[in-house]
């Protein structure tokens, strides 16, 4: 079993910067990729950004250039790096892992981010 903590989230203007991180713990084997997703207010989840086992990223159109998403690979800590913070980016921002040779999905419980005019 795979054991996901999100930490780094709060209220913060727009324009701002945070940084969220994701501790995985556990039997972590046969990692494909590391996910953060979010979620506003009645709306679906949705990916904001993926890195691989081989360190590709991808980004959503709406956070290119302005999220760097990234890893520690000693630490087993995914990082995102919010910048440029709009309102629209507020929700409660999850970590995924697809593990376990893709046969696995984990997640973390959410950490809220507020953005703030």
């Known amino acids: 079993q795979v054991h996901l903590v999100e930490s780094g989230g709060g209220l913060v203007q727009a324009g701002g910067s945070l940084r969220l991180s994701c501790a995985a713990s556990?039997?972590?084997?046969?990692?494909?990729?590391m996910d953060w997703y979010r979620q506003a207010p009645g709306k679906q989840r949705e990916l904001v950004a993926t890195i691989t086992s081989g360190g590709r990223t991808n980004y959503a159109d709406s956070v290119k250039g302005r999220f760097t998403i990234s890893r520690d690979n000693a630490k087993n800590t995914v990082y995102l790096q919010m910048n440029s913070l709009k309102q629209e980016d507020t929700a409660v921002y999850y970590c995924h892992m697809l593990g376990d040779w893709g046969t696995s999905d984990y997640w973390g419980q959410g950490t809220q981010v507020t953005v703030s005019s």
């Open positions: 556990g039997s972590i084997f046969g990692i494909i990729a």
